[in-house]
């Protein structure tokens, strides 16, 4: 096997104090692709020390906004450049279809242009107050950041964190899920390379409960944003208060996608399928419950099932392909664990359910598309997060109904409506509890936007200026305008 892919701390490509080593499996056909270093509690403290030491004593808190702005640019010409050689890593790595790949590269490099842009931009606030006094705010880097991120969209989720929390000036310790590590290690040779001041950004390897918790419960860290599950995102939480420190958490969601009879009927089917398995369903918006008005059920269900079995399925690399593998075999089996639970429970399957083991696929990780009808709001099917490419149709009988069942689980990251009726869409829109929502659409996010969730899907916003401020601290400045003894006591 090739050489074992390490670590970035302090400046230095360096392998785990333990020696330990993992090994990266290609979801597609079980093949290893990579051999890692495996980080633990020590090789945490130790990024975390650099990057204590960078931020206290460094040259890095003196650099200006405009030049941190123009090393975020360097990154995102370089990254430009490799963009290709990125998507292929992140479809080997995840299993996600070439083309989706080539999406995320492409909106990486776009982030990282976004938020050199903020870098410079005002962010302050002056006010007028009652004494002769000039009172204003500025914005100061939180401090050391901790950021750790889920398997799914290993470049994405790793340059939404990345990007905003260097712009704003902090340093950082960055994690990665331990499984999808191939192209952070890629993008910290880039940060490398553009020349960030050594412990500045901190790559550690390894898994959660020993190299992320860490990271969630050091007290020489006074951040930590964190995407992933939601237990895990309670887990974070408790770590985190030992010194109280500032938490961003992006968790799991189950998505309401809300279709009434008025709608445009094909493209209402074409996206109700993009939410649900565009990323295999791993996504943490995914719309992996479709509310159906009654009228309509039969027919779009019928549709539905019509298209969902004429997607082409296979590896991410493979020319044509629309849906890949699932990230791993323990993925793969609690997905199906879900389907066998949801037929007990009593609901219907439409189409779909098996592993798929044909064309070649049987050493990989596939599961075929799935959807679920007959179901009821208590089902665990309903109320769970599965995180794969399985569907679970409700149906409603008026837009009371449908808000009621669209609110109905402890989540709250994201949903949808789809209508003619311009207001009725508000109105069922303002009504639902979550924090990315679509009219007549699904999925799309943008850099300029926030990106997270009410109720049990999170803490905090990405993305945007919002996301820029998460790693800001907020200070009053009050400056006397008129220099003389204030007299409160008598002399
Ligand atoms: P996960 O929670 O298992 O792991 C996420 C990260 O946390 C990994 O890096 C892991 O190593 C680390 N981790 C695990 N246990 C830890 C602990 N005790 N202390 C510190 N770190 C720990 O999630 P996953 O399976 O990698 O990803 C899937 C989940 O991520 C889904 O629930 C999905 O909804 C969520 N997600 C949310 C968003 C969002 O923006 N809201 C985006 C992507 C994924």
Redo the contacts with the bound molecule.
């Keep these: 096997m090739s050489e074992v892919l390490k670590m970035f701390i302090d400046g230095e490509w360096v392998e785990a104090g333990s020696g330990e080593t993992r090994e990266i499996i290609n979801p597609a056909n079980g093949d290893v692709i990579a051999v890692v270093t495996e980080g633990g509690e020590q090789d945490a403290r130790k990024a975390i020390r650099a990057a204590r030491k960078a931020f206290d004593e460094g040259e890095w808190p003196e650099m200006s906004a405009y030049d941190r702005a123009n090393l975020l640019l360097k990154v995102a010409d370089k990254l430009e450049e490799r963009a290709d050689e990125f998507a292929r890593t992140d479809t080997l790595d995840n299993g996600k279809p070439l083309r989706e790949a080539a999406f995320d590269a492409a909106d990486a490099v776009a982030c990282f242009r976004y938020y050199a842009g903020l870098a410079t931009k005002p962010h302050g606030q002056t006010y007028d107050v009652a004494d002769p006094m000039q009172a204003m705010v500025v914005r100061e880097p939180v401090g050391v950041c901790g950021q750790?991120?889920?398997?799914?969209?290993p470049l994405l989720?790793a340059v939404w964190k990345l990007a905003p929390a260097l712009a704003a000036g902090n340093t950082v310790v960055f994690?990665?899920?331990?499984i999808t590590p191939l192209s952070p290690i890629k993008l910290f040779e880039i940060f490398e390379e553009v020349g960030f001041p050594k412990g500045v950004c901190n790559l550690v390897l390894g898994?959660?409960?020993t190299a992320?918790?860490e990271?969630?419960g050091s007290h020489l860290v006074d951040k930590v944003a964190?995407?992933?599950?939601?237990e895990?995102g309670r887990?974070?939480m408790q770590?985190a208060t030992g010194n109280l420190k500032k938490i961003s958490l992006?968790?799991?969601?189950k998505s309401p996608n809300i279709v009434f009879a008025d709608a445009d009927f094909e493209t209402a089917v074409d996206y109700a399928l993009f939410a649900i398995y565009a990323g295999q369903g791993q996504v943490?918006s995914a719309g992996s419950r479709l509310l159906l008005e009654e009228s309509i059920h039969d027919r779009f269900v019928e549709r539905m099932v019509e298209r969902a079995q004429k997607i082409k399925v296979g590896p991410g690399l493979e020319e044509g392909t629309e849906m890949g593998p699932l990230v791993s075999k323990e993925h793969m089996e609690k997905v199906l664990g879900y389907i066998q639970l949801g037929q007990e429970e009593g609901a219907t399957l439409a189409c779909g359910g098996k592993r798929m083991m044909h064309d070649g696929l049987n050493q990989g990780f596939f599961v075929e598309p799935t959807i679920f009808v007959d179901t009821r709001p208590d089902m665990r099917i309903v109320q769970e997060?599965i995180?794969g490419p399985v569907l679970v149709v409700q149906k409603f009988k008026d837009e009371q109904e449908a808000i009621r069942l669209a609110n109905d689980t402890v989540y709250g990251?994201a949903g949808a409506v789809f209508t003619g009726d311009g207001a009725k869409a508000q109105r069922v829109i303002r009504k639902l509890r979550a924090g990315i929502t679509w009219i007549n659409t699904y999925h799309p996010t943008y850099n300029e936007a926030p990106?997270g969730?009410y109720k049990q899907?999170?803490i905090g916003r990405?993305l945007g200026t919002y996301g820029f401020e998460e790693y800001t601290e907020v200070k009053q400045i009050n400056v006397n305008l008129e220099v003389e003894p204030i007299g409160w006591f008598s002399e």
Excluded: R
């Design positions: 750790i991120t889920p398997w799914n969209y989720m994690k990665p899920s331990e898994p959660g409960p992320g918790n990271i969630a964190f995407t992933g599950g939601t895990t887990k974070i770590a992006e968790l799991g969601g943490c997060e995180f990251l990106w969730g899907s999170g990405e």
